[in-house]
């Protein structure tokens, strides 16, 4: 089993930047693909980016893409979404996630592990 908690969100000015952390515990965290959802209010929970286990493949949904960068440390049971240039439409509630499965994945469904999000607001 892997329990996850989020930080790093806040109010942020557009153009800004933050750093969000999950911490994982569990030994088998290195197994899992980890990856980012955010839900914003009234909208359905979307994929942001993900991570394999080896940091062997990563992929972005398009309008994160050039903006954002996922990122794990294995040794620190944790996985990382840096944001850059943000936008008052990346203001959502972000969540991690884990899954263990082959191939690309982007649905909620996919993953079994869920944090309890943490909010990020963009200003403009």
């Known amino acids: 089993q892997v329990q996850l908690v989020e930080s790093g969100g806040g109010l942020v000015q557009a153009g800004g930047s933050l750093r969000l952390s999950c911490a994982a515990s569990g030994r088998t965290f290195s197994t899992y693909t980890m990856a980012w959802f955010r839900q914003a209010p009234g909208e359905e929970r979307e994929f942001v980016a993900a991570?394999?286990?080896?940091?062997?493949?990563?992929y972005y949904a398009d309008s994160v893409t050039g903006r954002f960068t996922i990122s794990r440390d294995n040794a620190k049971n944790t996985v990382y979404l840096q944001m850059n240039s943000l936008k008052p439409e990346d203001t959502a509630v972000y969540y991690c996630a884990a899954g263990r499965f082959m191939g690309k994945r982007v649905g909620v469904k996919d993953y079994v592990y869920w944090g309890q999000g943490t909010e990020v607001t963009v200003s403009s």
């Open positions: 991570v394999t286990w080896s940091s062997e493949f990563i």
